[in-house]
Structures are given as C-alpha cells and as structure tokens.
C-alpha cells in the first residue's frame, strides 16, 4: 500500500485541525497490539486518538470499553499531515479506488469530507458557530459590537424577519446543522437537555419553521453561502451563518471584500459533527468490525464517554488566538468556548429527519431500469442476501437483483435504518426500458415508499428462487400499454427523462436521473455524447445529476467516467454499502 494514500485529510483531519502535529504510525492499545493484527483499524488524528484511547489519568478509551464488549480489537492509527492534499484529492476523485483494497481501515475526522464518498456515522463534538452580520445592518438594528446575542435574541430577530441570513443546506458538514439546535434550545433552554419528545413537539417544529422560513439557502456548500452574502450589490442579505474559522486569516469574509461583516457568537457555543467512515473496506470480517464498532459510537454509552471527553475546537483555517480579532470587527476577544454535554445521538439525529425539509431543496428522481432480456438470461449474479443465520451468497438472475435492490430502496424501515429519510417534497418516479421507455410504472412522495414498493415487486418478483420470463412480459404488455421487452436503450430512455425534466422544470428543484442496468446500449437512436450535448445545452443542467447503478457488469455505458460529466458517480447494486452510497448522494441526509 503505498504511505501517500493512506494519510488522510490533514487539513480537515482532526489532528491537524486542532493544530497539533501529528506523528506517523499506529498507536497501539497496549504494546503487543498492532494494526497488522487488529480486527479494526481507525485511521484518526490527535482529537480522535484523544476519544478512542485510554486517558491519562486511566479512564478506560472508547477501543478498550468496545473490547470488553465485543471481545474485538480496534486500532488507532495517527496520520501525519504531509501528504493530505494527494489523499483528499483520491477520495474527491475515487480514482484510486483500490489503494485500500484487503485493509480493514475506517477514518474518524471531522465532517469536512461528508458526501466524498464515505458511508458514514456522523457523531456530535463542538466548535464555535454564530451569524456574521453587515456593519450597515448591525446599525440598522441597534445592535452592539463585541456583546454576544442570546439564542433568542437572534430567534426573534429572524421570527420577526428582521433579518435576512443566508446559511449552506443542512447537511452533516454545514453549520446550518448547528443552528437547529440553537433554535430548539431558545425554545427550550439547553440544548444539551433536549429530549425525543421536546424535538417532535409541534410547537417547537413550528417555531422552528417560522425562523427557517427568513433563511436563505445556497445551493451547495458554505463557501457558496458565503459567496452570495460578499458578492450581494442590492442589499438582499444581512449576513451568512458559519463556523467562526470560515471568516478569519487571509481568505476569511473580512479580508477586504466588500463591507466589514461582524461576528455574533452564541454561548453556549453550538455543536459541530465528527464522523466515522470508512472506504471499500472489503472483506465480511471487517464490516461486520466495523459495523459492530459504528454502534457502539453511537450508542447511549459511546456518546455520553464522548461528551464528557470532548472536542476541541476546530483550528482548520487559523488558530484561536485574540490577536485575529480587529475591533472593527465587533470583537477584542477570542470568543468564549463552552463545552457542554450535547444531545445524544438518537435526540440530534431525529431533530436532523424533522428539520431537514426547511433546509434541503425538493427533489424529483426519475428512476429508470432495464428490463431488456439480458437482465434474464445467462450468465447469472452472486448477490448477498440477509437471512436469520446472517448473510449469505445467493445467484439470481439480474432482473431479481435490481428487484432485490429495488425493495430496499422503496422499504421505510431499510430507508430509516441506514438514516436516507426522503424529504417530504421529494418525488421518486419509475419506468422501464428496453426498445422502449414505458409509461410511469409508479411513483412515491416523501416517505410514503411502500406502494411503489409493492408496485414494482409485483411486476420484477420474485427476488429469490424460479423467475417466469413470460409471466413478466404478459403483465408489462397488458398493464403498461403493450410495453415488450426487446433491446438495451439506455441514451433514449435518458433523452427522454431529461426532456420530461425540460418541459416541467423548476429551478428551485434538483433532478436526477437514476439508471438501473445490467450492461450496454446496444439500440439507442442516439449516442451516449449526443445526451451530454442535450443536457450541455439545458440551461438548468447545473439541477440535472445522472447516476448509474450497475448489476452484474461494470455498467460499459454509464461507467463512472460517464456520470461523472453530469456530476453524478456509477455504482454497484449488489451491496448495501453501494445502495446506501447512490442514495445519500441523491437524498442527503
């Protein structure tokens, strides 16, 4: 393997972004474990070997509390930071797929890397987050420099909508996260005491609505939500929520840019994520490791150890120092940091699937999937089925694989046990093809997923054992206006899709064209680069994303180069972890 593509994320790791250099090589539990013979290895930086290993003063880490459990050995390999750049750039690209290939190894950092390409285990540290305001619109409002807001100071502010801010979608990596607990927590008081309960009340949803309802959201990251706030001429916005590191140093908001913007911190500070993730760890041994590992993170033992040890700051663009601070910023001192215990996993995650539709754009995902004959002939595929005695090897036929993965796909409890809630705007639709593109086969709103579901297995089943050819193309011919089976045209049928998109687009919307294939065009009228040159010339093609689930092949004609210019990525249907993959880079969390 080579040492360049194992250290991961210096800029972003944990380690460094606490500004402590770290030092090359496992760190061992004790002296006769190393990570040539660990169950597990996890690849961390300073603040994460700080929560997994043992304390100074001989409190029991997260590795030795998970062994006595499990009997498993995990463990902790500090990354150095000369090669991050190389590294990120791997996992931006997935290009070196492979260089991980037979290593039990997952990564703990900072949620900096959500959606590059890890599944993840997103968990709760802390950090300084508030709202960065307009010198013009923090005299506008009376407001004093350098005297923190409370919570709910800022809440009526927005309630009221006396403020514009612009914020990033709320996703694992974006501050936007943090401020749903901010707002809960000025309706509740501590957000650390939030409770399941608190978090479902009505009135507290509600409340929460009536504040994100005078948030403005970027299509993307941070940074872009930063970007509309600098380059705003007609005074649209007052000010962007962020992580207090977004604004300091040479690139930060108030280098020279425009007008001066002043920091409002909150205390207590909120929370930010960290993560647990791994990439194409092979091998039934190590997931089933990690796997066992994930939980226990995240369970009520995992989180209250990782509370009360704690996360510092991040320091991934400038450290903390109060010589950073200008007075006209609104600041002479470093703000203040308090660590408070924050909510427990299971709280965070179910305020995150209540709130997310405020901040995630409504999505429409016109599902298209092969029903050519090669998807029932020979050769067969192996897939790996869940059964009471664990997971098993079975050989289907690949029309009863996508059935298979089609079932988890449209099931609420596989949706809601791999944390992929659909929003509740978000539009599946589904159609086969062959020669043909067929009339919409069903579609499902939110989470509401179990008609299609039922829908498509009734026409695609059964998943296992006999499959009748026959009875298939009966029920399409007579349900589906004469559709037949014949041969493979994928390009046709996403010409097709993305004309559907052209006719009914709303730019407040994201599109995605989702195509499920055992293989290659082979009857297309058109070519796979006369489909790019109509998506190239749609002027909402930045909206439009095409992604390729393969089964039983590589996918010849939408292979990962080829999504790649729609901005999507190819995956492979025959696993969980993939499925999941495919489907948070649609959804989100």
């Not at 100074?56 to 390999?77: I, R």
């Not at 409770?195 to 940074?223: C, F, L, M, P, W």
């Not at 002479?332 to 909510?343: E, G, K, Q």
């Not at 009471?388 to 694989?401: C, L, S």
Request: proline content about 4%.
């Amino acid at each position: 393997m080579r040492r360049g593509l194992i250290v991961l994320i210096v800029m972003v790791l944990l380690g460094v972004a606490c500004g402590t250099p770290a030092q090359g090589g496992p760190v061992a539990e004790s002296p006769e474990v190393t990570c040539a013979n660990a169950d597990l290895t996890v690849v961390v930086g300073s603040n994460g070997q700080r929560i997994l290993e043992d304390q100074p003063d001989g409190t029991k880490g997260l590795l030795s509390l998970f062994k006595e459990k499990t009997g498993l050995t995990v463990c902790a390999y500090l990354m150095e930071a000369s090669e991050a750049v190389e590294l990120k750039a791997s996992l931006l690209s997935k290009a070196p797929a492979d260089f991980l290939s037979g290593q039990p190894m997952a990564f703990m950092f900072d949620s900096n890397l959500f959606a590059d390409g890890l599944n993840e285990q997103a968990f709760v540290g802390n950090s300084v987050v508030g709202v960065w305001l307009k010198e013009s619109s923090v005299n506008r409002l009376g407001l004093q420099k350098g005297t923190p807001l409370s919570m709910a100071q800022y809440a009526n502010l927005m309630e009221t909508g006396q403020l514009k801010i612009v914020t990033a979608p709320a996703y694992v990596s974006t501050p936007a996260l943090m401020m749903f607990f901010q707002t809960l927590s000025s309706f509740y008081g501590p957000y650390n005491q939030l409770s399941i309960d608190q978090v479902q009340n009505q009135e507290a949803i509600d409340y929460g609505k009536r504040i994100y309802d005078h948030y403005v959201r970027s299509e993307t990251s941070s940074s872009a939500a930063i970007d509309m706030v600098l380059n705003d001429t007609q005074g649209l916005f007052d000010g962007v929520v962020g992580y207090e590191s977004s604004f300091l140093g040479k690139g930060g908001i108030n280098a020279g840019r425009g007008e001066p913007f002043v920091f409002f911190y909150f205390d207590p500070s909120v929370i930010s994520t960290v993560t647990l993730g791994r990439l194409q760890l092979e091998g039934t041994t190590y997931l089933e490791a990690y796997k066992l590992f994930s939980q226990f993170v995240s369970s009520e033992e995992g989180q209250i150890y990782i509370s009360g040890t704690g996360v510092r700051p991040q320091k991934d663009v400038v450290d903390l120092s109060t010589d950073l601070y200008k007075p006209e910023w609104g600041l002479t001192l470093s703000p203040a940091v308090t660590y408070a215990a924050p909510p427990t996993y299971s709280v965070a995650s179910l305020a995150m699937d209540i709130y997310r539709d405020y901040y995630k754009r409504a999505k429409v995902v016109k599902v298209l999937i092969d029903v050519s004959p090669s998807t029932f002939q020979l050769p067969q595929m192996t897939v790996v089925v869940d059964t009471p005695e664990g997971p098993k090897e079975e050989t289907v036929w690949r029309i009863q694989a996508m059935d298979m993965a089609l079932q988890k796909i449209t099931s609420p409890d596989w949706l809601s046990a791999n944390k992929l809630t659909p929003g509740q705007n978000d539009v599946f639709e589904y159609y086969f093809f062959s020669t043909e593109t067929s009339q919409l086969v069903t579609s499902s709103t939110g989470s509401n997923t179990t008609v299609a579901r039922d829908r498509l297995h009734y026409f695609m089943g059964p998943s296992t054992g006999n499959w009748d050819s026959n009875r298939f193309g009966m029920t399409t011919i007579n349900e589906l206006n004469g559709f037949m089976s014949g041969g493979t045209a994928i390009f046709d049928a996403s010409g097709i899709m993305l004309s559907s998109i052209e006719s009914d687009f709303d730019p407040q919307k994201d599109y995605y064209i989702v195509i499920l294939t055992d293989g290659e065009d082979t009857s297309s009228t058109i070519r796979g680069s006369d489909f790019y040159d109509q998506w190239n010339a749609f002027a909402g093609k930045t909206n439009v994303t095409v992604i390729g689930i393969a089964f039983g092949t590589e996918g010849a004609s939408i292979d990962a180069e080829f999504t790649a210019r729609f901005g999507g990525h190819t995956y492979h249907g025959n696993n969980d972890a993939e499925l999941i993959e495919a489907f948070e880079q649609i959804i989100g969390r």
